[in-house]
T-cell receptor, first 113, second 112 residues
Framework: GQNIDQPTEMTATEGAIVQINCTYQTSGFNGLFWYQQHAGEAPTFLSY????GLEEKGRFSSFLSRSKGYSYLLLKELQMKDSASYLCAVRSLTLSNDYKLSFGAGTTVTVRA | ETGVTQSPTHLIKTRGQQVTLRCSSQSGHNTVSWYQQALGQGPQFIFQYYREEENGRGNFPPRFSGLQFPNYSSELNVNALELDDSALYLC???????????FGEGSRLTVL
C-alpha cells in the first residue's frame, strides 16, 4: 500500500516563499506528482519528478529524493490566487501493469495580504 | 480546461438508492480512472478502466462498479448508497502508460 504524509495547513504572506513537504512509503514507486486544487474544483497538474533533484517551472519548483522517500513543492513570489490545496501524489504500477496515482490528504495554503 | 466532462455536477440521493455517474474522456485518451474525494481529504483511487475492462482497483466494496464504452467514455455505479458515500467523485482520463491524469470537474454526491 501507499502511505503519503503532508502538512494539513500552511499560511504565508503575499510575495513570500512557502515549502510544502511530502514524505511517502510505497511499493513500486514510479514518480511523484504535485497537483493544485482550488476549492470546489478539479485538481490540476503542477509538476512531476521521477529522478532525484529539482524541477523548476516558473514560480513553482519540486524536489525529489527517492532514497529518503521525500519531496517538496516550493512556491515563490506568492500571489493571492495561490491559495488552494496542494496534493502530493505517488505513481505506482498496478498488477495489470498500468499506473495509478495515490494521493496525500492535501495541504491547504492560505496566502494573506 | 482538460476536455474531460462529467455529469451530473451535483446530485442528492437517499440511503439505499443507486447512482450512476458519467464521464467523457479527453480526445485521444484510452484509460479512465475514478477517484472519490471526501471533504478535506485527497482523492482515493476507486478503479481504472482500459479497453472496456477493469484494470486495477482500490479498496472499495463491490457495490462500486463501472463500465467503459468503445468510445472510452465511462460510468461509475454505486449501489445501496450509504451516508459515507457523500463525496466528490472525480473522473480522470489518460493515455495508457503515460501516467499523467487529466481530471474532470467532478460530480458532487450527497447521500441523505
Amino acid at each position: 500500500g501507499q502511505n503519503i504524509d503532508q502538512p494539513t495547513e500552511m499560511t504565508a504572506t503575499e510575495g513570500a516563499i512557502v515549502q510544502i513537504n511530502c514524505t511517502y512509503q510505497t511499493s513500486g514507486f514510479n514518480g511523484l506528482f504535485w497537483y493544485q486544487q482550488h476549492a470546489g474544483e478539479a485538481p490540476t497538474f503542477l509538476s512531476y519528478n521521477v529522478l532525484d533533484g529539482l524541477e523548476e517551472k516558473g514560480r513553482f519548483s519540486s524536489f525529489l529524493s527517492r532514497s529518503k522517500g521525500y519531496s517538496y513543492l516550493l512556491l515563490k513570489e506568492l500571489q493571492m490566487k495561490d491559495s488552494a490545496s496542494y496534493l502530493c501524489a505517488v505513481r505506482s504500477l498496478t498488477l495489470s501493469n498500468d499506473y495509478k496515482l495515490s494521493f496525500g490528504a492535501g495541504t491547504t495554503v492560505t496566502v494573506r495580504a | 480546461e482538460t476536455g474531460v466532462t462529467q455529469s451530473p455536477t451535483h446530485l442528492i440521493k437517499t440511503r439505499g438508492q443507486q447512482v450512476t455517474l458519467r464521464c467523457s474522456s479527453q480526445s485521444g485518451h484510452n484509460t479512465v480512472s475514478w477517484y472519490q474525494q471526501a471533504l478535506g481529504q485527497g482523492p482515493q483511487f476507486i478503479f481504472q478502466y482500459y479497453r472496456e475492462e477493469e484494470n486495477g482497483r482500490g479498496n472499495f466494496p463491490p457495490r462500486f462498479s463501472g463500465l467503459q464504452f468503445p468510445n472510452y467514455s465511462s460510468e461509475l455505479n454505486v449501489n445501496a448508497l450509504e451516508l459515507d458515500d457523500s463525496a466528490l467523485y472525480l473522473c480522470a482520463s489518460s493515455f495508457r502508460g503515460s501516467g499523467e491524469l487529466f481530471f474532470g470537474e467532478g460530480s458532487r454526491l450527497t447521500v441523505l
